[in-house]
């Protein structure tokens, strides 16, 4: 009775009353960074969100909030306003922050198309000075080069690439080792769990990098999966390769998708490959971040960009703890 009375003045005062793990929150079970993605709407907005985030993860990515579209529209013109919630949320509640992303092909502004080869180089250099700067000394991470390879493991196209040439990767490291010496700087990419063309190519550029004495402290390996194209086996091996280059690895974007409806048998095989992305990473000590590419089901770029799947996350939509939860923390 009283318990359900509880129950009810929670729900009158729009307290969340969300199941915490037995064990305890994901954050105290393990030595590694624990982190998701998050969006600030939601996380000013959403009660049950703010709070199963605040107890579970010590580490938060803004999910879009610090792209260069986001934070520069238009030249010269600054919308600051998500990242700083984010940044400001992170600090009050005692969260690291993952920065996310300072040199993609994606979610550019359009303005970039109009600058020519020498504009576009002072634009990026002036780009990684301001946002690394806005924040300097409160990113644990940066995200600086992000997805520049293809699946065959040549270079993509961008626009940085053909206008700035293969020097843009270093030169943005340089540029960001600058900006703010305190941050770790990332390289991030998909597709590069296993041993394959593509993370041979990473591979092979991060140990050109460390041997040209270019500051890259990181490799962000994003790992979203899909349960219909099996588990990427070779991940360990490969995230031991990449650790033997002298650089700490992230798990950057775990999310593990499924074909819908999920049904248990399913929902068990995406709580097993989690675990073993978890796995992967706690046998390499180098390996100092698990983060997943949003906690709940409500909130999740998948059923978007794949129609027919989704149901991604460790959190359903009411924020409940799926299998997968249980399974990384019993
Ligand atoms: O989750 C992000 C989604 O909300 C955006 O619409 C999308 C735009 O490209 O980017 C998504 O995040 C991506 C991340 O920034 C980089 N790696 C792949 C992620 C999923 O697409």
Redesign the pocket.
Same mark, same amino acid.
């Given at each position: 009775m009283i318990a359900r009375l509880a129950v009810a003045v929670a729900a009158l005062l729009l307290v969340p009353v969300v199941p915490a793990s037995a064990a305890g929150p994901l954050k105290d079970i393990t030595s590694r960074y624990v982190g998701s993605?998050v969006?600030a709407q939601p996380l000013s907005s959403e009660a049950d969100y703010r709070s199963v985030l605040t107890r579970e993860f010590d580490s938060v990515t803004p999910?879009?909030e610090m792209?260069w579209a986001v934070v520069e529209p238009n030249r010269g013109q600054f919308n600051w306003s998500g990242a700083d919630a984010i940044v400001n949320y992170a600090r009050q509640n005692g969260k690291s922050v993952r920065g996310?992303?300072l040199v993609?092909h %994606?979610?550019y502004p359009g303005w970039l198309n109009n600058l020519g080869s020498g504009e576009l180089r002072s634009v990026v250099q002036q780009h990684i000075n301001t946002e690394m700067g806005r924040y300097r000394g409160r990113i644990r991470a940066w995200?600086v080069v992000?997805?520049m390879f293809n699946e065959d493991g040549s270079r993509r196209q961008s626009i940085f690439q053909q206008r700035m040439g293969d020097s843009y990767v270093a030169d943005a490291f340089r540029w960001a080792r600058a900006a703010d010496p305190s941050a770790k700087l990332y390289i991030?990419d998909?597709n590069t769990e296993g041993i394959n063309a593509k993370s041979n190519a990473l591979y092979n550029l991060v140990r050109s990098l460390k041997q040209q004495g270019v500051p890259i402290d990181g490799v962000g390996i994003?790992t979203?999966l899909s349960t219909q194209y099996g588990f990427p086996t070779s991940l360990r091996q490969n995230i031991e390769r990449l650790a033997a280059l002298g650089v700490d690895i992230a798990i950057?974007?775990a999310d593990v998708r499924i074909p819908l409806p999920a049904d248990s048998n399913k929902l068990n095989t995406q709580a097993s490959y989690f675990r073993q992305i978890w796995d992967a990473c706690h046998a390499v000590p180098r390996c100092v971040e698990f983060t997943t590419? *949003?906690f709940t089901d409500r909130h %999740?770029?998948?059923p *978007?960009?794949f129609p027919g799947e989704g149901a991604a996350c460790l959190y359903d939509t009411n924020l409940r703890p799926k299998p997968a939860y249980t399974r990384l923390n019993p």
């Open positions: 993605a969006a999910e879009n792209k996310h992303t993609w %994606s979610q995200d992000n997805e991030n998909y994003q979203h950057t974007e590419w *949003g %999740s770029w998948v *978007g960009t």
